[in-house]
């Protein structure tokens, strides 16, 4: 996945958490955050510490990216 599709940075995640709008399932929690400004959509990832150590997680996480 190219780096402008990716969300990295925590203060991303923060207004996106604190501004934006979610939908869950058993699984999943999904946030998203509309910018009128914005040509595509970006993806961030976090995985929770319910899931193994910290290499199981990033292993997860390249998964999906």
Same mark, same amino acid.
Not at 15 to 43: D, M, P, T
């Given at each position: 996945?190219?780096?402008? +599709?990716? %969300?990295?940075? =925590?203060? @991303?995640?923060?207004? %996106?958490?604190? *501004? &934006? *709008? $979610? !939908?869950? =399932?058993?699984? #999943?929690? #999904? +946030? +998203? +955050?509309? /910018? @009128?400004?914005?040509? *595509? !959509?970006?993806? &961030? #990832? $976090?995985? &929770?510490?319910? %899931? &193994? =150590?910290?290499?199981?997680? =990033?292993?997860? /996480?390249? !998964? !999906?990216?």
């Amino acid at each position: 996945m190219k780096k402008e +599709y990716r %969300i990295k940075k =925590n203060e @991303e995640f923060q207004k %996106i958490l604190k *501004h &934006g *709008h $979610s !939908f869950a =399932n058993r699984q #999943l929690v #999904l +946030y +998203y +955050y509309e /910018k @009128e400004q914005q040509s *595509h !959509f970006r993806v &961030g #990832l $976090s995985v &929770g510490k319910k %899931i &193994g =150590n910290a290499v199981k997680r =990033n292993e997860v /996480k390249r !998964f !999906f990216f």
